[in-house]
Structures are given as C-alpha cells and as structure tokens.
C-alpha cells in the first residue's frame, strides 16, 4: 500500500470514530428509577362539541405502567395508564367514561420535582346501560410530575386537546359522528405503586443526552 493510501485509510477511519463518538455524545437517553406500575385517583375534565357535552367529576380511578428504560431517542412513549370513571354524565344521562392513555415523552424539566413534558394519545369509550355509545380517539399535550420523597407520589396531567368521536355499537352517539370534542385538562394523582424502590411513589423519570 502506498503512502498515499495508507493516509486515506487512516483520515477515513478519524473520521468513522469521530463520527460515532458524535453520535453517541448527542444520544438521548430516558430512564425510571422509581416504580414502574401504579394505580391513581383521577379529576376528569370536560368533554364538548356541536352535539353536546359531557363531565366526570372527581372519583375515577386508572391503573398504570412504566415502559423500560433505558431508552435511547428523542421521544419514548413511557408512560401508559387505563382510568375508568363511572359518575359522569352525557346529555343529562349517567354515563361511564373509559380511557387509556399514553405520554410520549418529548422534553424534561430538572427541579424539586422534575417534570416531563409530552403528547398524550388518547382513547375513550363512553357507555351507557352497558352499551358504548361513543368512541373518542385524539391528542393533547401532557406531562408527569416526579414523586419526592418521603410522601409526595407523582402525578400526570393531560392537558387541552381535541378528539374526534364516532358513533359506538348502538349506533348513535348524542356528540356527534365525526364531530371535534374538546377537552379540558385532567389529573391523574398516584395513590400506591410498585416495582421500584421504597417509598413507593411513582415513576422517577430522568433525561441525560
């Protein structure tokens, strides 16, 4: 090989390092270091559109899930929680409103406590006598507080958004087919969890790049 080429080789191979040590200097990693399922206590919202409105007052309860970290890139869908609350009203009827939930985390905030910031992807029946009347899918923003030791548990919030809604298995829904519904923010505290160290307070979500 002559001189020439064995410079080549070498500058292409500074740069391949390089290349890769940039890369994994600008990684974004996400991790939990608390509990990594929890129940919680739910304050619903409002829900609105042409058609009509609905609320659900405090008493809603959901269960929850961390995905596993550590997880390396920009966004992580780390947070998944189902709620139910059966005390709201649709039209003036008793309704029960269930949702699942995720939280895409896309920034963090550090402090006493740290506050992850995201897009919360959200999916609802609305049932009434057993039967669902209206399906709700859509986005909003969203964010989860860290817990802090020794007896604040964290909490999530969903923030403003809007959902579209369809009709359910009876066929009509009293908000409309294919109507925009608009939602308020709801809070989600938790109550009790499990799966990471004690106290049990919740998910501890951190973000280093």
Request: with cysteine.
């Amino acid at each position: 090989m002559s001189r020439y080429a064995r410079v080549v080789v070498l500058v292409v191979s500074l740069v391949s390092v390089f290349g890769v040590m940039s890369a994994a200097a600008g990684a974004v990693t996400w991790t939990n270091s608390g509990d990594t399922a929890f129940t919680a206590t739910v304050v619903g919202g409002t829900l609105s559109s042409t058609g009509s409105s609905g609320s659900c007052p405090a008493g809603a309860t959901a269960t929850g899930t961390v995905a596993s970290s550590p997880f390396v890139g920009n966004t992580w869908a780390g947070l998944t929680s189902t709620g139910t609350a059966s005390n709201c009203t649709l039209a003036g009827v008793s309704t029960t409103l269930r949702c699942s939930y995720t939280l895409t985390a896309q920034s963090w905030v550090s402090g006493m406590p740290a506050v992850t910031t995201g897009t919360a992807d959200i999916n609802c029946d609305m049932t009434q006598f057993g039967t669902t009347i209206c399906r709700l899918t859509g986005t909003g923003s969203g964010s989860y507080t860290n817990p802090l030791s020794p007896s604040t548990f964290g909490k999530a919030t969903s923030g403003t958004g809007s959902l579209k809604v369809s009709n359910g298995t009876s066929g009509t829904c009293p908000m409309g087919n294919g109507d925009s519904v608009s939602v308020t923010h709801g809070t989600s505290t938790i109550t009790g969890a499990t799966g990471g160290p004690t106290p049990h307070l919740g998910p501890t979500i951190t973000r280093t790049s």
